[in-house]
């Protein structure tokens, strides 16, 4: 059994534990044997343990964000340490053994080529793993949803503004539910698979709640692709054979900037969507959207929102569902261009 030290991003570590794979862009992995280790550092601090459970293999599978990294083993987390219990690689004696077997540059070195550990450094590493506190509570869907609030978070301290993937209020806003319910029973009407997020679904109107209107679990397309955080918690998203084919995001006036910039994170990870997007908010709020949506971060490629988004103004939608809910069989898609704006 040999052992690798391995470099990476909390967000990898993550992604590769749920999809059971370590992956590179190179052919780096062919010494590597079932039975083999990797100790994972993250921020140079030990994250976690992982065990290699498959031969080298080539697999052309998207989950990563840039690249397809096509030269992958499958791997089994074995034990997996909290941010905050990590210990530094950089301390006297872990750094000290691994200068001694593999140089003063170890880290940069081991990691690209592949080059199996030193016994008495995988020793040492192994030991500061075992006798790390373990994480107990770690989920690897709260991990990567936690991720993704922390992203949000640093978002909100640039624009000043309240960014949420979800709401916090136990309640959500009645106004919210209502154009969620009212967006989900009119893709449910044109035949459209419609998805809501897990943390509406609870919620009802009309005495029906929103988790019958939904899909239980995100179609490949999404679930898979490098927008698959982001896409849980976009508020409606219609699919036809599996494809998104609308998104919908229900604006709050009092967070402005929420349904912006999931948009923009949407088309940052899959610029070449080809799907379109609503903001469904109060009428009096078009003009603050037109105005966000014309700073330059939003109008540049690939993002361009300003000519990817269109409006719905909330009472149009709920007229229109009020006054035809009985006639729906009778429309079809073109309804969403009669009763939505263009912000240009």
Request: glycine share 4%.
């Amino acid at each position: 059994m040999k052992t690798y030290l391995q470099k990476c991003s909390e967000a990898t570590l993550y992604l590769s534990i749920g999809h059971g794979a370590w992956c590179s862009e190179t052919d780096r992995f062919s010494g590597w044997r079932i039975g083999d280790r990797l100790i994972i550092v993250v921020d140079r601090g030990l994250a976690a343990l992982l065990e290699v459970t498959s031969e080298p293999y080539v697999d052309n599978t998207p989950f990563w964000r840039d690249k397809i990294y096509p030269h992958r083993v499958s791997i089994e987390l074995i034990k997996i340490i909290h941010p905050q219990n990590r210990y530094m690689i950089s301390h006297s004696d872990t750094a000290d053994i691994l200068i001694k077997h593999h140089g003063s540059n170890y880290l940069f070195s081991i990691d690209r080529d592949a080059i199996p550990l030193n016994a008495e450094a995988a020793y040492v590493l192994h030991n500061r793993i075992v006798n790390s506190p373990e994480w107990h509570t770690f989920d690897i869907d709260e991990a990567i949803d936690g991720l993704a609030e922390a992203q949000f978070s640093r978002e909100k301290e640039i624009f000043g503004q309240s960014v949420q993937l979800h709401s916090d209020d136990p309640e959500h806003g009645a106004h919210h539910i209502e154009v969620q319910y009212l967006l989900g029973k009119l893709g449910r009407a044109f035949q459209f698979d419609v998805w809501i997020p897990k943390a509406d679904r609870p919620h009802a109107f009309r005495d029906e709640e929103l988790g019958k209107l939904s899909l239980e679990t995100l179609p490949e397309s999404l679930e898979d692709g490098p927008a698959q955080v982001i896409s849980r918690y976009i508020d409606v998203i219609w699919f036809q054979d599996g494809q998104p084919a609308y998104f919908f995001e229900v604006d709050d006036t009092d967070n402005i900037f929420n349904s912006i910039l999931k948009f923009s994170d949407l088309l940052t990870l899959m610029p070449s969507i080809e799907a379109t997007l609503y903001i469904c908010a109060s009428a009096e709020n078009k003009s603050k959207l037109f105005n966000i949506l014309s700073r330059p971060t939003f109008t540049k490629d690939p993002v361009a929102l300003d000519r990817r988004c269109r409006f719905i103004p909330a009472d149009a939608l709920q007229t229109f569902m009020n006054t035809q809910r009985d006639m729906l069989r009778h429309f079809n898609i073109t309804v969403l261009e009669e009763i939505s704006e263009p912000f240009k």
